[in-house]
């Protein structure tokens, strides 16, 4: 606990503004923070139609993380694999509509991370509780791997890790807080990524909570 309380103060006194994990991969401080809660707003009508589940791995193991989707595609796991669907397996019905706040924010965090143009179909929405957590893992489920990938970290703050595109490589950790927002792409696409076991905290916007919007264009 110690060692891990240095580095959540390490981190917080020296993060810049941009900081660059790997070529293609940056974090940018508090990019989503001003319109945080517009896009909590919009969250719960997503949530609404679509509320939040514990999926399963190909493996039959319950996932720590909660999740949900809106876009044109949703990710989604069970027995048969890792895959995109257009309905919500729960209630047969299409993901809730992307709310425009959420698009308008990947496509300018895309930008400013030097990827113009980015205009994502599909948000994974994942809840995390206080021991939840995230297994390095590669994201390629998607069909056009040129495109870059967006997550946005609200509420409690967690230790991000990112490696590199063999699961052999070291990963680095890095402290995200609300509104911190983490771009890759290119060089990094396929880097293997995750997320340490997230501490008991409060936080005035969220609770005993952390929610992280991913965005990718999966179609």
Not at 20 to 27: I, K, N, Q, T
Not at 28 to 57: K, N, Q, W, Y
Not at 184 to 205: F, K, M, T
């Amino acid at each position: 606990m110690t060692g891990q309380r240095s580095l959540f103060e390490e981190l917080r006194g020296a993060a810049p503004a941009t900081l660059e994990l790997r070529p293609g991969a940056v974090v940018l401080r508090g990019f989503a923070r001003a319109g945080a809660s517009a896009l909590l707003e919009e969250l719960d009508g997503v949530c609404a139609a679509a509320p939040f589940r514990h999926m399963e791995t190909p493996g039959g193991l319950r996932m720590s993380v909660a999740m949900t989707n809106c876009g044109t595609l949703g990710w989604i796991s069970d027995r048969r694999g890792y895959r995109y669907a257009r309905e919500d397996p729960l209630s047969g019905q299409p993901w809730p509509v992307m709310p425009p706040a959420f698009r308008s924010l990947a496509s300018r965090a895309a930008t400013a991370g030097g990827y113009p143009r980015f205009v994502p179909d599909a948000c994974l929405v994942n809840r995390y509780a206080p021991g939840a957590r995230l297994t390095p893992h590669q994201d390629k489920n998607e069909p056009d791997l040129d495109q870059p990938i967006v997550s946005v970290s609200l509420g409690l703050p967690a230790v991000f890790q990112f490696g590199g595109p063999r699961r052999t490589q070291p990963l680095v950790r890095i402290l995200l807080e609300h509104g911190d927002t983490v771009v890759w792409g290119g060089a990094s696409r396929h880097c293997y990524h995750g997320v340490l076991p997230l501490q008991d905290g409060e936080h005035p916007v969220t609770g005993q909570r952390r929610i992280n919007l991913t965005f990718r264009r999966a179609g």
